[in-house]
T-cell receptor, first 113, second 114 residues
Framework: KAGVTQTPRYLIKTRGQQVTLSCSPISGHRSVSWYQQTPGQGLQFLFEYFSETQRNKGNFPGRFSGRQFSNSRSEMNVSTLELGDSALYLC????????????FGPGTRLTVT | DQQVKQNSPSLSVQEGRISILNCDYTNSMFDYFLWYKKYPAEGPTFLISISSIKDKNEDGRFTVFLNKSAKHLSLHIVPSQPGDSAVYFC?????????????FGTGTKLQVIP
């Protein structure tokens, strides 16, 4: 089985711009979650989608949004980028849900200048 | 409010010895706990999990212990190998607002010295 893939792997954006990240889960997995990782903060949960429905959301501002398509692929969008949004964004998929064993992609490294 | 805490940012252990990574949590609603390992430039990899109805779960060299009264869990790696050098995250999940939520700790960087 192919693993979780994320595109792009690296991205440089300017403050004020918007960005869209993409995630393709493991085949058959209906749960896709997004996390932000910054030094010293661990993995901060952004949101989880299950069968195209957002079923949980972390404590991030409305500038962070996502969606899931019928083939379980997911996108995450960040509007009006701020310098503090520079981070590694990880996507994870699961057959059961975010609270069980998850399979992570390699992440997208976003740098905001 | 960090509900899952890994108070040791780093740990160094000699090859062949035991590595003990600790994790504390504050929320009694957590009922399922997981450990993940992360190498640089890769996403985290699931290691082992434990339900709150158990106090121990073992998988090869990895054992997780759960002390619910102390709200503490630990991961034991025996014997430690250089390939175990990575950042280890503990995670806790429980029901909140009608859904199961997962919260990760900040990670402990383990270095196994050959």
């Amino acid at each position: 089985k192919a693993g979780v893939t994320q595109t792009p792997r690296y991205l440089i954006k300017t403050r004020g711009q918007q960005v869209t990240l993409s995630c393709s889960p493991i085949s058959g997995h209906r749960s896709v979650s997004w996390y932000q990782q910054t030094p010293g903060q661990g993995l901060q949960f952004l949101f989880e989608y299950f069968s195209e429905t957002q079923r949980n959301k972390g404590n991030f501002p409305g500038r962070f949004s996502g969606r899931q398509f019928s083939n379980s692929r997911s996108e995450m969008n960040v509007s009006t980028l701020e310098l503090g949004d520079s981070a590694l964004y990880l996507c994870a998929s699961s057959s059961k849900g975010a609270t069980y064993e998850q399979y992570f992609g390699p992440g997208t490294r976003l740098t905001v200048t | 409010d960090q509900q899952v805490k890994q108070n040791s940012p780093s740990l160094s252990v000699q090859e062949g010895r035991i590595s003990i990574l600790n994790c504390d949590y504050t929320n009694s609603m957590f009922d399922y706990f997981l450990w993940y390992k992360k190498y640089p430039a890769e996403g985290p990899t699931f290691l082992i999990s434990i339900s709150s109805i158990k106090d121990k779960n073992e998988d090869g060299r990895f054992t997780v212990f759960l002390n619910k009264s102390a709200k503490h869990l630990s991961l034991h790696i025996v014997p430690s190998q250089p390939g175990d050098s990575a950042v280890y995250f503990c995670a806790a999940s429980g029901r909140s607002g009608g859904y199961q939520k997962v919260t990760f700790g900040t990670g402990t960087k383990l270095q196994v010295i050959p």
